[in-house]
């Protein structure tokens, strides 16, 4: 795939993120055969357990040396591997369009977030859906399964206008009543909502199945406190003003954000969620070493 076309993969990124691989711990439900373990057993090589025989199963599946330890007639059964069926959740709401000490708003890094995971796993053979909200699930493309198949994809990306305010408990219950298989969801957000409200909609996709990571995505500016003065700030999806002396809450503030983002890590955990925080100013492929491995 040409990649200097696209926004958000560039050549050079592309490069530093061929060698990278993915990978799951839930079994997954995929459209094809691949790495990934399946919940359904097969005939593959990675063996799973065993099960009693009974009439009708072909007798050359008996695993003859346990009967001659035992003297029972079980059969091994493997498990299936299967490709990756996955979705990516990215938040298009106006306070994603932020920026102060990032590489680039938070919304533009998110982008690059989201191709660079689509990429990856394509690259792998897997298929990788995109899920465009705010408070609303406005958009979607449908998992693509090649390079080529990702053009619309980083497309999109390309498109995308950050606006309006954003639901993020009503879009993962959305989601999760909406995917019909197990697949890996990564929601990337700047999750500036009730954490608790966050946790119910992760809570809902975990209990349907599927393998959740959250990418939680904030400008350094926004976890430490760098402004001085008598300063005036703007809530960006509700342009409410406040006036106030940075210096005299700048501890306070610290600290607050700081139980913020242990709030979100717990809900996260106790759902059996992945959460990283991703900062505006890091390279996006040292925020993506989270789960990634290379070959």
Not at 21 to 40: A, I, K, W
Not at 152 to 173: M, N, Q, R, V, W
Not at 256 to 272: K, M, P, Y
Request: net charge negative; glycine share 6%; with cysteine.
């Amino acid at each position: 795939m040409k990649t200097a076309a696209y926004k958000y993969l560039p050549p050079d990124l592309a490069d530093r993120l061929r060698p990278f691989g993915l990978t799951v711990r839930r079994p997954m439900e995929g459209p094809r055969q691949g790495q990934h373990r399946s919940p359904h057993h097969g005939s593959s090589v990675e063996f799973a357990d065993y099960r009693e025989y009974t009439r009708g199963d072909p007798p050359n599946l008996i695993d003859w040396a346990v009967f001659a330890r035992t003297d029972r007639y079980v059969i091994r059964r493997y498990q299936e591997e299967t490709s990756l069926r996955s979705y990516i959740l990215l938040d298009t709401s106006e306070s994603m369009d932020f920026r102060d000490q990032g590489l680039q708003t938070k919304m533009g890094y998110a982008c690059y977030l989201a191709a660079g995971l689509m990429y990856i796993l394509i690259n792998q053979g897997d298929s990788a859906g995109l899920m465009l909200f705010n408070d609303t699930l406005y958009r979607q493309f449908q998992p693509a399964g090649n390079l080529e198949g990702l053009r619309p994809l980083l497309l999109g990306l390309e498109e995308i206008k950050p606006a309006g305010l954003s639901d993020i408990e009503g879009i993962l219950h959305e989601a999760a009543e909406q995917l019909r298989h197990r697949s890996l969801v990564i929601l990337i957000s700047d999750l500036l909502q009730d954490p608790a409200a966050i946790s119910r909609g992760l809570r809902h996709l975990h209990h349907n199945g599927h393998e959740v990571t959250v990418m939680h995505v904030l400008d350094p500016s926004e976890i430490r406190l760098q402004l001085t003065g008598l300063v005036e700030l703007r809530e960006l999806e509700t342009a409410r003003k406040l006036v106030l002396q940075a210096d005299e809450i700048r501890e306070a503030y610290d600290a607050e954000v700081r139980r913020f983002i242990e709030r979100l890590r717990r809900g996260c955990i106790d759902c059996l969620a992945e959460y990283h925080l991703a900062e505006t100013r890091k390279p996006v492929e040292e925020v993506l070493h989270w789960r990634v491995i290379r070959a």
